[in-house]
């Protein structure tokens, strides 16, 4: 970031979310993923620089993005790509790394939780287990117990009933979960009787166990 782009941010009492009017108009015009890319960058480096300020704020809108009702307008009519959930993600752990005021871990992945448990995919789901993947991966002893995850994670993986992508990110964050005892037996019934399925590969999953 230029020393006149650092000075702008500055100057603006939020700098971490966009102006409104800007995605709004990237919405209706159907350009949301070429706004958010670019956005969500300098988002990064801003909080990677130590800026704070609009973090709580900030969280909201990126919730809006992995699908949490109600979600904020007109964010939550934006369905993501691969490099906007990324992104979102990185955000996400940065944001986590900070003292700044916000909402409670175990309370977002709750809500990214929510999502992924609806009934019929949407490209929210993915974004959903992406972020809740890679929150788990970066604060694994602060975003409480995610074995109510498992079974959200299993039900998706099943290959007569979601597509490739919805599988494969369950798939990756049920990688990251620790199953309990209990559970453990259903986990293996579904992962072995998906190692036929040559669509997504489980052959080098490992699953966690508690030490």
Do not use: N
């Not at 500055?10 to 706004?35: K, S």
């Not at 919805?166 to 037996?185: D, S």
């Amino acid at each position: 970031m230029t020393a006149e782009a650092r000075a702008e941010e500055a100057r603006r009492p939020m700098p971490l979310l966009p102006e409104e009017a800007d995605v709004v108009e990237a919405v209706q015009q159907g350009r949301a993923d070429v706004f958010l890319v670019p956005w969500l960058t300098r988002v990064q480096c801003l909080l990677e620089e130590g800026e704070v300020r609009g973090v709580a704020a900030l969280v909201d809108r990126l919730l809006s993005l992995c699908g949490v009702r109600p979600g904020t307008p007109p964010w939550h009519q934006i369905e993501v790509g691969r490099s906007v959930r990324y992104l979102v993600a990185r955000c996400m752990v940065l944001v986590y790394r900070t003292d700044a005021p916000k909402p409670p871990l175990f309370e977002v992945m709750g809500l990214l939780r929510d999502v992924f448990a609806a009934d019929i995919p949407t490209p929210a789901h993915v974004a959903a287990m992406h972020v809740s993947r890679e929150l788990v991966r970066a604060f694994p002893r602060h975003v409480g117990s995610q074995s109510s995850a498992i079974p959200l994670c299993l039900r998706l993986i099943r290959p007569s009933s979601h597509t490739v992508v919805v599988r494969f990110y369950a798939l990756r964050l049920l990688a990251c979960l620790t199953p309990p005892p209990a559970m453990l037996k259903d986990v293996l019934k579904v992962l072995k009787s998906g190692l036929s399925d040559k669509a997504v590969s489980y052959t080098h999953l490992t699953l966690p166990t508690k030490a």
